[in-house]
């Protein structure tokens, strides 16, 4: 199936109104610690990790693949204050063995806070593409209702063996929910199309 097809039947996938208009995110590129300042006075903040496996079929071990969910809460006084931040990364690091080009991500998110991740400048996603972990950035973040779907800047491929450079850089966004379990939606090209994964978001 086409890419573009392929996320429409992801989009549907999650029961978006087909009366809401699709809206482009801003996305910026930042630096780590820097962004962590939005968040804490510090610019240092503590997180909260947990992975959902990306069942590859071909990969020689399991459970080495995954979609990474940080999530972090705003200290008062900053220009994130009762906000909570939410991280995403998709992995391949320690994965070996042949799969099929992950393209991008899709998650029922719900509202996004805008904040001055760059200085003197709203937006609604950053990219952390120096002083953090990865490779790929975000091409671009697409909203229609309560889902975003990430689509990255080229794929995420695997031919071979463990690589660090296998991984997206961190991608956040800030809300006022706290988080919440729930599934996210990895769109690759090949058979299947498409793999559902644990996630966190927040609660909306």
Known sequence: ??????RLVLLAGFAAPLAV??????VVEVNAPAVNCVFQASC????????????????????????????F??????????????????SLTEASGSAECIGGVVLDFGPVAKLPYQPGVMADVFVITTGGLGTIGIKSATKTGNVI???LAQGLCLSGGADIKNTTFFFGLAADGVPMAS???????GSPPFFEVDARVPAH
Not at 78 to 88: D, E, N
Not at 183 to 189: E, F, L, N, Q, S
């Open 1 to 6: 199936m086409p890419a573009f097809g392929l």
């Open 183 to 189: 599934t996210a939606r990895i769109w690759a090209v």
């Open 21 to 26: 208009e699709a809206e482009t995110l801003k």
């Open 149 to 151: 779907e990430f689509e």
């Open 73 to 90: 809460t705003a200290e008062p006084g900053t220009p994130g204050a009762g906000k909570t931040g939410y991280l995403y990364r998709i």
């Open 44 to 71: 240092r903040i503590t997180v909260t990790d947990s992975v959902g496996h990306i069942p590859l079929p071909f990969i020689a071990t399991a459970g080495t693949a995954w979609l990474q969910s940080r999530s």
